[in-house]
């Protein structure tokens, strides 16, 4: 291969024209012929036997260039690309042949993207919100009646009416005019009252009823249900079988023992709080790390081809399919289940590979200003962490696995966290606004009380363990 020209003629845009020489060029129609023969059949030769010379003069001696073309051109791109020192991003386009023969070789030219020149206005001392990680006596409250909830029976219920929060148990039947309509009918059906599980005015009308009733309740559909029963009047037929409560352990030392890791109420209330309030710094770390990250993205400049983002769209919607495929399941019938366009879902991966693609351009320009390089230590150890995590032969994961891509994780990895360690942690807006308002307050206004904090939802250790076992 020689290399003729590689010219700039656009932002990230190149036009590159290139030779092949006749030798090599010859040596790829043999190897077409050799690839082709065994499907060719001339008369009086047996298929596959054919001489070349022969296939030639029938078909024209031009018969294997394409195929010929296609052999050389791959590797003769790349030495092109690496004598330009440019780096493609797309495929080669507006490819012109020249001159293509045995005996002169071939003279080509093509148009290529290439990786765009960015700067990262800055990548040290970014500034990004991170919320205080705090515990409160209600989240500790309300994870224990989390915990006492999972503990919780159900006892029957046969000497009284039905009450709000009963749990009850009903066969029911829907008609409109008279008529039944289809997904109207159950029966033995667990319905919660006060659940708001259906439509309004249905559960308020089973209260006061005992084991045993039959008894009609009537409902109008809601404007925005079904088009086919939006805004009517339907009549249920209902009855009742059974009526339940739901009985809490009490919360004592006993308790606390089932649990298997505390002795006391007071052992596990500290427990519930050290688990929640590292949950809580983990979470507010990881927010923090994300937050920095989008810092970094956003400080990137310069024009980015347009390729580039749909190349990674693609990558990603395909590995979102193939991790579907796993579980036997294809993309479109999960958005179907999901209730989700998939024009919205694509738009949602375009809008991630743009922020992929900076970050990746970023950490590239960050890594060379840094001058950051993976040690053969570090390599040794991601090799051994790696045979750990699959159960393989340390040498097998290194035939699988480059050692130059180990290398280049590591140091994409070194350089987000040399970003993320020179961040700066600022309190969120909202914090900062709902301290001016009390500080106003306490200057004489009267101070509004204080929202409750939304209550945590992550279970202590043991306590997810105890809910996996009862399951």
Do not use: W
Request: net charge negative.
């Amino acid at each position: 291969m020689s290399l003729v020209s590689a010219n700039k003629t656009e932002t990230n845009t190149y036009a590159v024209e290139l030779s092949i020489s006749a030798e090599d060029f010859k040596a790829a129609v043999q190897q077409a012929y050799m690839k082709q023969r065994k499907s060719i059949v001339l008369p009086g030769f047996r298929k596959g036997k054919a001489p070349r010379q022969m296939i030639e003069k029938m078909y024209g001696k031009e018969v294997f260039y394409e195929d010929a073309l296609e052999i050389v051109f791959p590797s003769n791109v790349e030495a092109a690309y690496a004598e330009a020192g440019i780096t493609p991003v797309d495929q080669p386009k507006d490819i012109d042949v020249k001159t293509m023969s045995v005996e002169e070789g071939v003279v080509l030219s093509f148009n290529v993207t290439v990786k765009p020149e960015i700067t990262v206005k800055a990548y040290k001392g970014l500034t990004a919100e991170k919320e205080d990680a705090k515990v409160t006596k209600a989240d500790v409250d309300h994870e224990i009646e989390h915990m006492l909830e999972r503990g919780s029976r159900l006892i029957d219920v046969d000497d009284r009416a039905v009450k709000d929060g009963d749990i009850t148990v009903i066969d029911f039947e829907g008609f409109v005019d008279g008529v039944a309509f289809e997904g109207g009918k159950a029966e033995k059906y667990n319905l919660t009252i006060g659940s708001g599980s259906f439509i309004p005015g249905f559960e308020e009308q089973i209260i006061g009823h005992k084991i045993g009733d039959e008894f009609d309740v009537n409902v109008t559909f809601p404007a925005e249900y079904a088009p086919e029963l939006a805004s009517k009047d339907a009549v249920f037929k209902i009855k009742l079988h059974e009526i339940k409560v739901k009985e809490l352990p009490e919360l004592d030392d006993e308790f606390a023992k089932d649990l298997g890791e505390y002795e006391t109420v007071a052992e596990l209330k500290k427990g519930i709080e050290e688990d929640l309030l590292k949950n809580k710094q983990d979470t507010a770390q990881k927010n923090f790390e994300n937050a920095v990250v989008d810092a970094l993205i956003e400080n990137v400049e310069g024009e980015i081809p347009e390729c580039m983002y749909d190349t990674k769209a693609e990558e990603l919607i395909n590995n979102y399919s193939q991790r579907l495929s796993q579980q036997g399941i294809d993309l479109d019938t999960y958005l179907m289940y999901m209730g989700a366009e998939k024009s919205v879902f694509e738009a949602q991966m375009r809008e991630q590979a743009v922020s992929e693609v900076k970050l990746d351009l970023a950490v590239e320009k960050i890594i060379a200003a840094e001058d950051i390089k993976a040690s053969d230590e570090a390599v040794e150890e991601e090799y051994a962490k790696m045979a750990e995590t699959y159960s393989m032969d340390v040498e097998k994961i290194k035939q699988i696995v480059p050692a130059s891509m180990v290398s280049a994780d590591i140091a994409r990895r070194d350089a987000i966290k040399l970003v993320i360690d020179s961040a700066k942690a600022k309190k969120p807006a909202a914090k900062k606004a709902a301290k001016a308002k009390k500080e106003e307050a306490a200057e004489g206004e009267e101070a509004p009380a204080e929202a409750k904090k939304p209550a945590a939802k992550k279970t202590t250790k043991k306590a997810a363990e105890k809910e996996a076992d009862a399951e």
